[in-house]
């Protein structure tokens, strides 16, 4: 008898054919962008709504009535650059926590790379940040922001970010299979999270005593970077911030760990989340 | 096509000469069932212990099973609800791990779990097909390749780009079916979508599944209907409890499965020795009633066509001369199907005080299929009719089971002739 060619037939994260792997996730995120601008009447528009209300709120109480931003250059361009970025982070990571959730259907009916479903949601989340730029490229320009050298570097920030991003939604998406109240930890941490990193303010209002520290979260060393990369050639940079070059590894070895650890609990959840769900 | 009996529950061979296109070797998928699942991280800070013991029942819902199916077979699995058939095909379809145990599957496999998985009512029909075929396995050239094909199978031309919400649930059926068909797989497994949509959407669902059979590939179909069972596999698997009974031709794998589906119902209905008893018994009584084959065999179930007797004993307390025995067959609906009795029979004789005897009707199963209840009896002749010793209604029942329902309470050995004048 002729033994069957075997490939693996297990339920996985990445499946063994990558050109199915980048089909099924592109078409899933292009389709939940489509259903979530198409289907209403302003469409893309929403998309950029909503940050910018919330910066505009944001803009009126730190700028005028807090003065936070008194002495940052550009203040205006800074905030909104890191309320889109951040909005990019929150978006990917609790889409992708209730992702599995949501997609039940689809797990539980047709064998797929289990990973597709939250890379796409990191994905679609990436669609509606590269709208928003758009609109912060043109803030930033009418504010008086020149194009520099800099701006080169902005695509290495925002893949740093996804990969941050997409490493939390994949520990997440994972764990709250398991973990039912996750969402309500995730929503403080985000919280917090947005509270502690510098995008109402820049990083060197950190108080002296825990700047260095703090300014090594990813997201401060990020957005910090950032600042510097594509609004301010003169503010400090994320080296600076968190005192000098080699302690950079520190926000690089959480964005990468963190991705690791994601891309590790995923792949060991992977096979049985149909069933757990 | 050739066939195989399997012993003990093991079979690894198909049809002769054919290749193997899914071979499942010494499978099993075990669920656990948490008595009480934690499913917060707060619930597994406060009970560390019952979260680290965790009590949970196992459920074998597959135990160590082993079959092949052959390339562009058409194998049948049937089973009752629970017997594991969908966990099986899931374990196949590569949707759930296996505990233990091998699936070799060669080609592309499609499952028809379910139909129009990921359809989205707010998308267009275009945009869903196109959804529907890479999440089946196309690549989104080829999906978009085929689409006009796909539209043109369901007869939906004129609604391409009217969103899902707005089509009829025989349109959406039409269109998730005409996408899956439309993804070429070598082999599909099917579990019961055929119970959705009208008499005349199955016969095309089969005429399409007997093209794919036609050219070569495999399929996997998973129901409880034993009709399109006999008229499209080649070869059957039961299962029951998680572990195959049986591979074999249709025809047998259908009687034993109304045997062990009916059984089951004849048991757990409380028919037997339910009903009402008349009579004083001071003379003769009935003491028990029951159905067996043409064997001879006790059976609780039997096959429509199947030799069935009727079985009476009864016991004498006095001498009786010529008593009458008598039977009636009720089906469900409480209506009398066939009654007889000795009374117009030659005398059958003198019956002394302690005397038992064996009563059995044999007679042509033309029964159509349904539940049916023995009532015995047992009386004096007298010259004003039957003086009654003992009547007792429903005493036995048996479970005749056909391949259709006829729609008469009887199936009369009959012929048709069409003449045209």
Same mark, same amino acid.
């Given at each position: 008898?002729?033994?069957?060619?075997?490939?693996?037939? !297990?339920?996985?994260?990445?499946?063994?054919?990558?050109?199915?792997? @980048?089909?099924?996730?592109?078409?899933?995120?292009? +389709?939940?962008?489509?259903?979530?601008?198409?289907?209403?009447?302003?469409?893309?528009l929403?998309?950029l709504?909503?940050?910018?209300?919330?910066?505009?709120? #944001?803009?009126?109480?730190?700028?005028?009535?807090?003065?936070?931003?008194?002495?940052?250059?550009?203040?205006?361009?800074?905030?909104?650059?890191?309320?889109?970025?951040?909005?990019?982070?929150?978006?990917?990571?609790?889409?992708?926590?209730?992702?599995?959730?949501?997609?039940?259907?689809?797990?539980?009916?047709?064998?797929?790379?289990?990973?597709?479903?939250?890379?796409?949601?990191?994905?679609?989340?990436?669609?509606?940040? +590269?709208?928003?730029?758009?609109?912060?490229?043109?803030?930033?320009?009418?504010?008086?922001?020149?194009?520099?050298?800099?701006?080169?570097?902005?695509?290495?920030?925002?893949?740093?970010?996804?990969?941050?991003?997409?490493?939390v939604?994949?520990?997440?998406?994972a764990?709250?299979?398991?973990?039912r109240?996750?969402?309500?930890i995730?929503?403080?941490?985000?919280?917090?999270?947005?509270?502690?990193?510098?995008?109402?303010?820049?990083?060197?209002?950190?108080?002296?005593?825990?700047?260095?520290?703090?300014?090594?979260?990813p997201? &401060?060393?990020?957005?910090?970077?950032? !600042?510097?990369?594509?609004?301010?050639?003169?503010?400090?940079?994320?080296?600076?911030?968190?005192?000098?070059?080699?302690?950079?590894?520190? /926000?690089?070895?959480?964005?990468?760990?963190?991705?690791?650890?994601?891309?590790?609990?995923?792949?060991?959840?992977?096979?049985?989340?149909?069933?757990?769900? | 096509?050739?066939?195989?009996?399997?012993?003990?529950?093991?079979?690894?061979?198909?049809?002769?000469?054919?290749?193997?296109?899914?071979?499942?070797?010494?499978?099993?998928?075990t669920?656990? #069932?948490?008595?009480?699942?934690?499913?917060?991280?707060?619930?597994?800070?406060?009970?560390?212990?019952? &979260?680290?013991k965790?009590?949970?029942?196992?459920?074998?819902?597959?135990?160590?099973?082993s079959?092949?199916?052959?390339a562009?077979?058409?194998?049948?699995?049937?089973?009752?609800?629970?017997?594991?058939?969908?966990?099986?095909?899931?374990?196949?379809?590569?949707?759930?791990? +296996?505990?233990?145990?091998?699936?070799?599957?060669?080609?592309?496999?499609? /499952?028809?779990?379910?139909?129009?998985?990921?359809?989205n009512?707010?998308?267009?029909?275009?945009?869903?097909?196109?959804?529907?075929?890479?999440?089946?396995?196309?690549? !989104?050239?080829?999906?978009?390749? !085929?689409?006009?094909? #796909?539209?043109?199978?369901?007869?939906?031309?004129?609604?391409?780009?009217?969103?899902?919400?707005?089509?009829?649930?025989?349109?959406?059926?039409?269109?998730?079916?005409s996408?899956?068909?439309?993804?070429?797989?070598?082999?599909?497994?099917?579990?019961?979508?055929?119970?959705?949509?009208?008499?005349?959407?199955?016969?095309?669902?089969f005429?399409?599944?007997?093209?794919?059979?036609?050219?070569?590939?495999?399929?996997?179909?998973?129901?409880?209907?034993?009709?399109?069972?006999?008229?499209?596999?080649?070869?059957?698997?039961?299962?029951?409890?998680?572990?195959?009974?049986?591979?074999?031709?249709?025809?047998?794998?259908?009687?034993?499965?109304n045997?062990?589906?009916?059984?089951?119902?004849?048991?757990?209905?409380?028919?037997?020795?339910?009903?009402?008893?008349?009579g004083?018994?001071?003379?003769a009584?009935?003491?028990?009633?029951?159905?067996?084959?043409?064997?001879?065999?006790?059976?609780?179930?039997?096959?429509?066509?199947?030799?069935?007797?009727?079985?009476?004993e009864?016991?004498?307390?006095?001498?009786?001369?010529?008593?009458?025995?008598?039977?009636?067959?009720?089906?469900?609906?409480?209506?009398?199907?066939?009654?007889?009795?000795?009374?117009?029979?030659?005398?059958?004789?003198?019956?002394?005080?302690?005397?038992?005897?064996?009563?059995?009707?044999?007679?042509?199963?033309?029964?159509?299929?349904?539940?049916?209840?023995?009532? /015995?009896?047992?009386?004096?002749?007298?010259?004003?009719?039957?003086?009654?010793?003992? @009547?007792?209604?429903?005493l036995?029942?048996?479970?005749?089971?056909?391949?259709?329902?006829?729609?008469?309470?009887?199936?009369?050995?009959?012929?048709?002739?069409?003449?045209?004048q």
């Open positions: 008898m002729t033994a069957p060619h075997v490939e693996s037939h !297990r339920p996985s994260a990445m499946g063994n054919d990558l050109r199915r792997f @980048v089909d099924l996730t592109r078409t899933l995120a292009v +389709t939940d962008f489509k259903l979530r601008y198409f289907g209403s009447f302003l469409g893309y929403w998309s709504i909503r940050p910018l209300m919330f910066f505009g709120v #944001i803009y009126l109480v730190f700028s005028h009535v807090a003065k936070l931003g008194s002495d940052v250059e550009y203040y205006a361009v800074y905030l909104l650059t890191s309320i889109v970025l951040w909005t990019f982070f929150a978006e990917t990571t609790n889409g992708a926590l209730r992702s599995l959730i949501n997609r039940e259907n689809l797990l539980r009916k047709i064998r797929f790379p289990r990973l597709v479903i939250p890379l796409s949601v990191s994905l679609t989340a990436f669609f509606n940040l +590269t709208v928003n730029l758009g609109a912060v490229l043109v803030l930033a320009l009418a504010s008086g922001v020149r194009p520099q050298l800099g701006w080169l570097e902005v695509p290495v920030l925002v893949a740093l970010l996804f990969v941050l991003a997409t490493g939604g994949m520990l997440l998406s764990l709250y299979v398991r973990f109240d996750l969402e309500p995730w929503d403080v941490a985000l919280q917090i999270l947005f509270y502690g990193s510098p995008i109402l303010y820049v990083a060197s209002k950190y108080p002296d005593s825990v700047q260095h520290q703090l300014s090594a979260s997201i &401060a060393a990020i957005f910090t970077q950032m !600042r510097k990369a594509f609004i301010d050639s003169s503010a400090p940079s994320a080296a600076e911030m968190v005192g000098g070059t080699p302690r950079l590894l520190l /926000p690089l070895g959480v964005i990468f760990g963190v991705f690791a650890l994601g891309w590790w609990v995923f792949n060991r959840e992977a096979p049985r989340i149909a069933e757990n769900l | 096509m050739a066939s195989t009996t399997p012993e003990h529950g093991t079979s690894t061979s198909t049809a002769i000469g054919e290749p193997v296109a899914i071979s499942v070797r010494d499978v099993s998928k669920f656990r #069932i948490p008595h009480d699942r934690l499913l917060t991280l707060k619930e597994r800070a406060l009970h560390p212990v019952k &979260a680290r965790g009590g949970y029942n196992l459920l074998h819902a597959v135990d160590d099973m079959f092949d199916v052959g562009g077979e058409f194998f049948g699995i049937v089973g009752r609800n629970g017997s594991g058939k969908s966990t099986l095909l899931k374990c196949i379809a590569g949707i759930y791990d +296996t505990d233990r145990g091998e699936i070799g599957v060669r080609g592309r496999l499609s /499952p028809f779990i379910e139909l129009g998985v990921g359809f009512p707010d998308l267009t029909a275009r945009d869903n097909v196109i959804i529907n075929a890479v999440m089946l396995g196309l690549s !989104r050239q080829e999906a978009r390749d !085929r689409f006009d094909e #796909i539209i043109a199978f369901a007869e939906l031309e004129d609604f391409v780009d009217l969103r899902l919400k707005n089509y009829s649930s025989g349109m959406q059926v039409r269109l998730a079916f996408v899956g068909i439309r993804v070429d797989a070598d082999i599909l497994l099917i579990d019961e979508v055929l119970a959705v949509g009208d008499a005349a959407f199955q016969q095309k669902c005429e399409q599944f007997n093209r794919l059979k036609a050219e070569g590939r495999t399929i996997i179909f998973v129901t409880h209907d034993m009709y399109s069972v006999e008229r499209y596999c080649d070869r059957v698997m039961l299962m029951e409890n998680g572990r195959m009974v049986s591979i074999d031709v249709p025809e047998t794998i259908a009687k034993k499965y045997e062990l589906n009916f059984g089951r119902i004849v048991e757990e209905t409380p028919v037997d020795g339910a009903g009402d008893r008349y004083d018994q001071a003379a009584e009935v003491r028990d009633a029951w159905f067996e084959d043409g064997a001879g065999e006790r059976v609780v179930a039997i096959a429509q066509g199947d030799p069935l007797q009727v079985c009476l009864v016991g004498f307390h006095t001498t009786v001369e010529d008593p009458i025995f008598s039977v009636a067959l009720r089906n469900e609906m409480r209506q009398t199907i066939f009654a007889t009795s000795t009374e117009h029979e030659p005398p059958v004789g003198r019956f002394g005080a302690g005397e038992t005897t064996l009563v059995r009707i044999a007679f042509e199963n033309w029964l159509a299929p349904s539940l049916y209840s023995a009532t /015995p009896s047992v009386a004096r002749a007298g010259p004003k009719g039957a003086n009654v010793f003992d @009547v007792r209604e429903d036995a029942s048996v479970r005749v089971f056909g391949p259709r329902f006829s729609g008469g309470v009887a199936d009369i050995p009959h012929s048709i002739e069409v003449e045209r």
